[in-house]
């Protein structure tokens, strides 16, 4: 049972003008606590017996009452950090956690008393099916042995076979960038330059080329050769860059990239 409130901005339940405040459809500043306490006490004298369920809500909401308006009676401080400001978004957000499963447990309790009296008006079927629908239920254990039972459960725990993918369609790459450096510190000349078409004059294979594409660049990397082209997606000039020495090339045995 909730404790109804009244006071000139509103009149009801206790809970629900808490709802109300934090939705700011009631205005704190004009909600007199000190009142809502002289009712409580009031209604506690005229009750029977203490409802400890409805004193802890009543404290519980009055609490976070008497925080909320707290916070904006007292004047704030501008030098606060930033740190201080999450702080107090920090402690607004658990007070509101607090209201929210406070609700939760009311909600819940509500529910589980409604499916409690549901459940007191109906009676479970204690007995078995009547003589006249027992053969319409079919016998799915007909015809099956115990030894049937044993292959069954045999068959499900039995592993399941490894799937492997076949790979025999795939052409092996027959070509290395290490090999294809090596190839290319040979037919680059030292003077003058080549064209990168020139280098892969006579190839159909598209890996092939761009293994040869590849050695170039790290050919390149390695500050060997010099690479230019004047036009979008023109020709590739290749060139020995001018001081470069053969012992120098570092060749790879793995390309990395």
Known sequence: MSVTVSTP???????????????????????????????????????????????TEFLLIAAILLELKTRRLLPTDDRFDIDD?????????????RLLECKTFKDAAVQLRRLAADASLSWPRRAGLED??????????????????????????????????????????RVSV??????????????GTVTFKSLTEGMVDRIAIVVRFLAVLELFKQGIVEIDQVD????IH?????????????????YEG
């Open 132 to 173: 006249a629908f027992l053969h319409l239920a079919p016998d799915l254990l007909a015809g099956v042995s115990p030894v049937d039972l044993r292959d069954a459960g045999r068959r499900a725990l039995a592993p399941k076979p490894v799937f492997h993918i076949d790979t025999e369609h795939i052409a092996p790459i």
């Open 85 to 97: 400001e999450f702080g107090l978004w920090e402690e607004r957000d658990l007070l509101l956690a």
């Open 9 to 55: 901005v509103y009149e009801g339940p206790f809970d629900l003008l808490l709802n109300l405040i934090l939705r700011e459809e009631v205005e704190l500043y004009e909600v007199s606590l000190s009142s809502i306490v002289d009712a409580y006490l009031a209604e506690l004298e005229n009750m029977d017996s203490c409802d400890l369920e409805m004193a």
């Open 232 to 235: 979008t997606f023109g020709d």
């Open 238 to 254: 290749v060139s020995w860059r001018p001081g470069a020495d053969r012992a120098e090339i570092d060749l790879i045995d793995v």
């Open 178 to 191: 290490a090999d294809a450096v090596c190839q290319m510190v040979d037919e680059i000349p030292h003077e």
